[in-house]
C-alpha cells in the first residue's frame, strides 16, 4: 500500500488538503520547479523605456548605475508598465463541476498557473462563468492583483447551469490584445458552444489550453440501479451502471474524443484532466506554451 | 395430468420472481447526483437497444427454469390418453390388493385424473371371455361410446380371445402378495412302513417388509417330532429337510406363533402307513392291474384279489370292493352292503346304462374322468383304508375325506390306447384334490386367485357359486364345445368356492390359494399382455397415478439452464 508520505504535493490527494490556496499554489508550483530543469521564468517582463533624471525622492533602486559610472550623472531608468501578455484564466463554476472535487482541482490549477504568470511578470485576469459571467477580474500581473485573485478564487463556488454565450462574448470584448486563455471546465450542458466559442477565441489569435476536468467516478461508473439526477438541470435518470457500463464508457470514450478532435481541429490545445492526474502535467502543458508565445 | 406431490403447485408464483426482480430493480429510490445525465441518457438508450433481447430471453429463460424445478417437484404424471374416459373397469382381486389397499382411497384418486368416470370393478362377477359374445367383459366395453380403460395385473386366460382393442388397458406388473407363513411342505414318498425313514422339507418364507421370528415344528398324528427356532429377515425364506419313521399317516407343519401374514401357519401331508390290504374285484379289470401295479414303486403292502363271483361273506372280508360295469342288480347291492359295513367300495363304471342304473339305484351322480384319474381314485382308497383316518380338514376343522358311504364311483371315458398312462407315480400331490372329491364326489380345482376357470356343467340351468363368505352368486352356464360349461373368476378371497345345482349338490369345488404352485392356471406375465393389446401401457403403480414426468423435466430444466448461461456467455462475448 502507498503511503501517503510517499506522495508529492503535485499529488490532488495531498495538494487538495491544504486549505488555504495561496500556499496551495505556492507549493504546487514549487513542487513542480524542484522536477523542472530549467527555471519557468523567463526573465524581466518589463520593458525599459527612456532615462530621466534624478529628483530627490526617487527610488534609488532604479538609478542607472553604469550611466552613473560613465557621466557622474544620475540618471533613473523608466520602464514599460505592461507586461507582454496578457492571460485570462476562465473557470466553469457551473453546477456540474461541483461533482466531488472538480472545482477545487480547477481552483488550485488556476492558483498555480496564477502563480507561475506572476513570477513571469505576466498580467493575468479571471473569469469564472456559469449561466453567466460570475466573477470578473481584469488582468494585472501585482502582487496585490495575485492576492485578490486568490482571494476571489478561494470564495469560488459551484452552481446553476452552463451558458457558454455569456462567456465567450464577454472574453471576445474584453481580449482587445492577443492573449492567452486557460480554459478549465468539463465541457458539459454545451459542448458544441463551448468548442465553438473556444475556436473563435483561437481564430482571434489568441492561444488557447482547454483542460477538460472530469473525476475519476464519472468513468468509473459503480454502484447498482439508481436514479441519477442531473446537477446542473435536475433532470433524472433510472440507470444501472452495473449493466449499463459498458456502453456508457464506450460513449463517453467517444464523446471526449469528439471534444478533442473538434478543438484541436480549431488548433486549441486541450487536455483531459481527470481530479487524480498530478497538476504537473498541467503545468508542464502550460509553460510550453508560454515559451512558444515568447 | 397429474401430480404426485400437489402441494409443490403452491409455489408456482416463484416463478414470478425473475420479473419481480427485474421490475423492482427499475424501482429503485437510491438517488445519485451526477454532473451531467446527457451521457447516461444516450448510454441507457443505447444500452436498452442492445440488452432489451436478451433481457427478454434470460427472464423467459429463468422463469421457465423455476416452472420446470417447481413442476418436477409437483412430480407430474402423465397416464395416457385417459381423458374422456367414461367407464374404468378396475381389477380388485386379491392380486391387486398391494396396489388397491383402499378402494375408497383409490376411486378418489381416479377421480382426480378422470372427473365424473364412472368406476366398475371387477372381480367377483362371472367374466367370460371365451364366449361366442365376445365376453361380458369386452361387451360391456363395447356397449360404450369413446375409450374405456382397464386396470388390472391381468392373468393370462382373463382377456384371451376377447376383443378391446381400442381401449386402453393399464398393465399393473403382478407384485407378490405380501406372504408370511409354510409355503412348501412335501414328502417325497408315496407310502411308508413303520421303519421306513420318510423324507421331507418345509419351507418357510417371510416375503414381507417384517422380520419374523419363531418355532417351525413337524407334528406325526398330533405328536411333536421336529422343531426349528427361525428367524427370518424380510424377503427371507428358509427350507429345512430332514428325514423321520412315521407312527401315523398325518403329518403337520406348523408355525409358532400362528395366524401369519396371508400365508399358512398350519400345512399337512400324508403318508399313508400301510401293512396288508385285501382287495376283491368282481372282474378282471386291465385299468385296475395296471394300477394296482404301480410303475417304479414297490407298494409296501400286502395286496390279494379275488375275483370271480364276490358273495356278501367275501366282500364283507375284503378291505376294499372293486367293481366294474357292466354290473348286475346284485352287485350294486352287493356295493351298497359293502359300503354299510365300512368297506371301501370303487365302482368304476364304463358304459351309460350302468351309469344310469347307478344313479338310480344309489342316487349318485357319475363324474367322468379320464383313464390316467383311476389310479388316483384307488389310491386314494387304499390309503384311506390303510391308515383308517380322516386324511383332511377343512378350513373350519371338519374332516373332509369322510367315509359317508364309502362308496366311490368312477365314471371313465373309454381310451384303451392310453392304459400306460393309467397309473402315474405323481400322484401324491393330488392327495387333497381326491380328499375332496372324495367328500363332493365331484372335481376339486386348485386355483390362483386371479383365475378364470372353465367348469363343465351337467345341466343348462341356473347354477350358484357359493363365496367362502356365505354369499352366492348365480351363474349360468353357457354352451361350449364339447358341452356347456361355467366360467368362474378371478376371485377376490382366497378360500372354498363351491359351485352347486339347484338342489344344492355341490358339481365342483375350487380351492382358491395363492401359492402358484397349487394353482391349475399359469399366472399372466407382462409379455402375455403386450402380445394381446395394441394400447399398452405399464404404469409402475396406480396410486402413483401414471408415468412420472419428473425425470424428463429435470432434463429440460437442465437444457434451459444451459441456454441461459450460454446466452450470458454471448452478452460477455458482445459486450452487452
Redesign the interface.
Known amino acids: 500500500m502507498k503511503r501517503t508520505g510517499e506522495k508529492s504535493i503535485l499529488d490532488p490527494e495531498i495538494a487538495l488538503r491544504i486549505k488555504r490556496l495561496d500556499l496551495r499554489a505556492k507549493l504546487v508550483v514549487e513542487g513542480f520547479m524542484v522536477g523542472y530543469h530549467r527555471s519557468p521564468y523567463h526573465g524581466f517582463s518589463v520593458e525599459f523605456a527612456e532615462h530621466r533624471a534624478y529628483t530627490p525622492g526617487d527610488d534609488i533602486r532604479w538609478l542607472d548605475w553604469r550611466v552613473l559610472a560613465r557621466t557622474e550623472r544620475l540618471y533613473i531608468r523608466k520602464f514599460e508598465e505592461e507586461t507582454n501578455l496578457r492571460a485570462y484564466i476562465v473557470i466553469d463554476t457551473s453546477?456540474?463541476?461541483?461533482?466531488e472535487n472538480?472545482l477545487d482541482y480547477a481552483v488550485t490549477l488556476a492558483s498555480a498557473f496564477a502563480y507561475i504568470l506572476h513570477f513571469q511578470r505576466d498580467a493575468f485576469g479571471l473569469i469564472t462563468f456559469s449561466e453567466g459571467i460570475n466573477l470578473f477580474l481584469p488582468p494585472h500581473s501585482t502582487t496585490l492583483h495575485r492576492r485578490r485573485f486568490l482571494s476571489m478564487l478561494q470564495s469560488v463556488q459551484a452552481g446553476g447551469k452552463t451558458d457558454t454565450k455569456s462567456i465567450f462574448n464577454t472574453l471576445a470584448e474584453n481580449m482587445k490584445k492577443k492573449g492567452l486563455i486557460l480554459f478549465l471546465s468539463?465541457f458539459?450542458?454545451d459542448t458544441s458552444g463551448f468548442i465553438r466559442g473556444l475556436k473563435i477565441l483561437r481564430r482571434m489569435g489568441n492561444e488557447v489550453i482547454a483542460f477538460q476536468i472530469?473525476?475519476p467516478s464519472?468513468t468509473d461508473l459503480r454502484?447498482?440501479?439508481?436514479?441519477?439526477?442531473?446537477?446542473?438541470t435536475g433532470?433524472?435518470?433510472?440507470?444501472?451502471p452495473q449493466?449499463?457500463k459498458?456502453?456508457?464508457h464506450?460513449?463517453?470514450d467517444s464523446?471526449i474524443q469528439e471534444v478533442k478532435t473538434s478543438l484541436r481541429a480549431g488548433l486549441v490545445e486541450y487536455e483531459l484532466m481527470t481530479t487524480d492526474t498530478p497538476f504537473d502535467i498541467a503545468l508542464m502543458k502550460f509553460l510550453k506554451k508560454r515559451e512558444k508565445i515568447r | 395430468m397429474n401430480f404426485s406431490n400437489p402441494t409443490a403447485l403452491y409455489f408456482l408464483p416463484m416463478a414470478l420472481i425473475p420479473i419481480l426482480i427485474h421490475l423492482l430493480?427499475?424501482r429503485?429510490?437510491?438517488?445519485?447526483?451526477?454532473?451531467?445525465?446527457?451521457?447516461?441518457?444516450?448510454?441507457?438508450t443505447?444500452?436498452r437497444r442492445?440488452?432489451t433481447p436478451f433481457e427478454i430471453i434470460l427472464l423467459i429463460i429463468r422463469t421457465l427454469l423455476i416452472l420446470l424445478l417447481i413442476l418436477a417437484f409437483a412430480n407430474p404424471v402423465h397416464i395416457g390418453n385417459l381423458k374422456g374416459i367414461k367407464t374404468l373397469w378396475v381389477d380388485i382381486s386379491h392380486s391387486m390388493s398391494p396396489y388397491i389397499s383402499d378402494e375408497g382411497k383409490f376411486i378418489r384418486n381416479i377421480r382426480e385424473m378422470i372427473p365424473n368416470v364412472e368406476v366398475k370393478f371387477f372381480a367377483d362377477r362371472q367374466i367370460d371371455v371365451n364366449s361366442p359374445e365376445k365376453t361380458y367383459f369386452a361387451s360391456s366395453l363395447k356397449s360404450l361410446s369413446g375409450n374405456s380403460v382397464i386396470f388390472t395385473d391381468l392373468q393370462r386366460n382373463m382377456l384371451e380371445g376377447s376383443h378391446i382393442k381400442g381401449h386402453t388397458v393399464i398393465f399393473v406388473p403382478q407384485k407378490r402378495v405380501a406372504n408370511r407363513g409354510i409355503v412348501e411342505f412335501e414328502t417325497d414318498v408315496p407310502f411308508a412302513t413303520a421303519d421306513m425313514p420318510v423324507p421331507f422339507s418345509i419351507k418357510v418364507e417371510n416375503y414381507s417388509a417384517e422380520p419374523w421370528s419363531g418355532k417351525v415344528e413337524l407334528k406325526n398324528s398330533g405328536v411333536t417330532v421336529r422343531g426349528w427356532e427361525t428367524y427370518l429377515k424380510p424377503w427371507e425364506s428358509v427350507t429345512y429337510r430332514d428325514t423321520i419313521t412315521i407312527h401315523g399317516s398325518e403329518l403337520e407343519a406348523s408355525l409358532l406363533p400362528g395366524d401369519e401374514l396371508d400365508g399358512d401357519d398350519r400345512r399337512f401331508a400324508f403318508v399313508p402307513l400301510l401293512s396288508s390290504v385285501k382287495v376283491v374285484m368282481n372282474r378282471q379289470n386291465r385299468y385296475l392291474s395296471a394300477a394296482l401295479r404301480p410303475v417304479g414303486i414297490e407298494a409296501p403292502f400286502e395286496i390279494s384279489v379275488v375275483t370271480g363271483k364276490i358273495d356278501y361273506p367275501t366282500a364283507a372280508g375284503a378291505d376294499v370292493v372293486f367293481l366294474t360295469s357292466p354290473l348286475s342288480v346284485s352287485e350294486l347291492n352287493l356295493a351298497k352292503v359293502a359300503a354299510s359295513s365300512g368297506k371301501g367300495v370303487v365302482l368304476f363304471v364304463g358304459d351309460s346304462s350302468s351309469a344310469e342304473l347307478i344313479r338310480k339305484q344309489l342316487g349318485i351322480n357319475i363324474h367322468k374322468v379320464g383313464v390316467s384319474s383311476i389310479g388316483d381314485y384307488m389310491f386314494y382308497r387304499l390309503w384311506s383304508i390303510a391308515d383308517g383316518v380322516p386324511l383332511l380338514k377343512d378350513d373350519r376343522g371338519n374332516p373332509i375325506a369322510a367315509y359317508a358311504d364309502n362308496i366311490i364311483v368312477c365314471g371313465f371315458l373309454p381310451d384303451p390306447s392310453n392304459t400306460d398312462f393309467i397309473y402315474s407315480p405323481s400322484f401324491p400331490p393330488f392327495v387333497n384334490r381326491i380328499a375332496l372329491t372324495s367328500l363332493h364326489r365331484t372335481t376339486v380345482y386348485y386355483v390362483h386367485p386371479d383365475t378364470m376357470l372353465t367348469v363343465p356343467s351337467y345341466t343348462t340351468s341356473l347354477l350358484t357359486l357359493k363365496l367362502p363368505n356365505g354369499k352366492e352368486l348365480p351363474i349360468t352356464p353357457f354352451m361350449g364345445k364339447g358341452g356347456y360349461f361355467v366360467r368362474i373368476g378371478p376371485f377376490k378371497t382366497v378360500g372354498i368356492y363351491n359351485l352347486v345345482n339347484q338342489k344344492d349338490e355341490v358339481l365342483a369345488v375350487i380351492v382358491v390359494n395363492l401359492d402358484p404352485k397349487e394353482s391349475d392356471v399359469r399366472p399372466a406375465n407382462a409379455h402375455d399382455l403386450k402380445a394381446t393389446f395394441e394400447n399398452y401401457e405399464i404404469i409402475k403403480s396406480l396410486e402413483g397415478k401414471g408415468v412420472s414426468m419428473r425425470g424428463k423435466l429435470l432434463w429440460a430444466a437442465l437444457l434451459i439452464f444451459l441456454i441461459e448461461v450460454l446466452t450470458i456467455l454471448i452478452m460477455r462475448i458482445k459486450?452487452?
Not at chain 2, 429510490?29 to 448510454?43: D, Q, S, T
Open positions: 453546477g456540474s463541476m461541483g461533482f472538480k468539463d458539459y450542458g472530469i473525476a464519472e454502484g447498482k440501479s439508481a436514479i441519477f439526477e442531473d446537477m446542473e433532470e433524472r435518470l433510472q440507470f444501472d449493466t449499463m459498458k456502453t456508457y464506450e460513449i463517453l464523446y | 430493480g427499475r429503485t429510490r437510491r438517488r445519485v447526483k451526477f454532473p451531467w445525465i446527457e451521457l447516461l441518457r444516450k448510454a441507457s443505447e444500452g442492445r440488452r459486450n452487452i
